[in-house]
Each structure stands twice: as structure tokens, then as C-alpha cells.
């Protein structure tokens, strides 16, 4: 769970209720995450234990159910990436061959009148930080979603956030990438086609 979000700390944002916000928001993601990156890591954080805080793990569990997504999925209900276990996973990505690319998602508090706004910004995330937790940053870009209101009782507010909208921005958050990725393949392939009879 990171910080409440300024207006001038992420660089896209639409609500997970617009009209074709699943392939809006994949065009945009395809044209800022590097598909053919050797590494490209997904990292999903948040717990299981709170319905606020769950949008990381949820969205990395969809994912996880598309068995043609190719990539890497850190952060599942399975297996969650929170507070005990992101240090180390941090630290993991150093002994990689190839350093990854990481996209950090997870959930965030903000203004009430923004709650249910995904958005994407640049740089790493600060997971932790509206719950005064001290954790490294993490991801080359990153991906939140407005669960709730932030500004006091950051627990409390967390534990009583309703699981439906945690669900549905995680579902949409989960197809937009899948979609990305896949039409990312299918440009890929038309290449290939174009080229072949030229």
C-alpha cells in the first residue's frame, strides 16, 4: 500500500469504470512496458489478509490463470509479496543474468472522489509507506489502483475497503496487461509477415 497520490506523480490515469478503459488503458501500457524484454518481471504487492490491500496479489492471481502469459508473476494469493518476503525479492534481482524489467503494482489510498482510478507512472513505487512501513522501492514502472481514502486510519480504512472494487480494478488491471501483451504478439507476428513478402 503506497502513499496518497499528488497530480503530478503518475503520467496516465482513467477510471476502471470509463468506457473501454480495458483497451485504453492496454494501449497505453503497450506502448510503456518493453514486451520483448528477456526479463520482464511482474511484481503484485499487497496481502491476502485485507480486502485494500489485496488489488497486488488478486491482479497477480489473474494473471496467473492466463497460462499463455509468458512472463514472470511475483505476488499471487498464493504466494503474496508483502512487507516479510520484498526485501529479499529486491535483493534477488541482483544475481539475475539479465537485470529485469520490473512493473510494480499494487494498491493506494487518494482523494474519495478519485477512488477506483488506476494509474501508471514511471519509476518505483514505495510499498509500504501510507501504513509508516520502511521498504525498499521497487519497479521500473509502476501501476496503482485508488482502493480507498487516505489521510488517517490508513488500517482501519484498508481492512474496511470493499472487496468488490479491489476485485474489479484488479480484474481490469490483469486483462489490459494480458491484452497489451498480446497484441504486442500479434504486431509482432505482422511484421514478420510483412517482411516475409518484401
Not at 502513499?3 to 503518475?10: D, E, K, M, V
Amino acid at each position: 500500500m503506497t502513499l496518497p497520490i499528488s497530480n503530478s506523480a503518475f503520467s496516465y490515469a482513467l477510471h476502471y469504470e470509463d468506457s473501454g478503459a480495458t483497451w485504453r488503458l492496454s494501449s497505453f501500457l503497450l506502448e510503456h512496458i518493453p514486451f520483448h524484454h528477456e526479463n520482464l518481471v511482474f511484481c503484485c504487492i499487497g496481502s491476502d489478509r485485507s480486502t485494500g490491500d489485496a488489488l497486488g496479489p488478486l491482479t497477480g492471481s489473474i494473471l496467473s490463470n492466463f497460462v499463455s502469459f509468458p512472463y514472470k508473476i511475483i505476488g499471487t494469493l498464493e504466494e503474496p509479496l508483502h512487507a516479510l518476503n520484498l526485501s529479499q525479492t529486491v535483493d534477488s534481482f541482483e544475481n539475475h543474468k539479465v537485470p529485469p524489467f520490473v512493473v510494480a503494482i499494487d494498491a493506494c489510498l487518494g482523494d474519495q472522489k478519485r477512488i477506483g482510478e488506476i494509474l501508471f507512472q514511471p519509476g518505483p513505487l514505495l510499498p509500504g509507506k501510507a501504513v509508516k512501513k520502511e521498504l525498499p522501492p521497487i519497479g521500473d514502472v509502476s501501476i496503482k489502483g485508488i482502493v480507498n481514502f487516505g489521510g488517517f486510519m490508513e488500517h482501519t480504512i484498508l481492512q474496511t475497503t470493499r472487496l468488490n472494487i479491489t476485485y474489479e480494478m484488479s480484474n481490469r488491471i490483469a486483462r489490459a496487461l494480458y491484452l497489451a501483451w498480446h497484441r504486442h504478439s500479434l504486431k509482432k507476428v505482422h511484421q514478420r509477415h510483412y517482411e516475409s513478402h518484401n
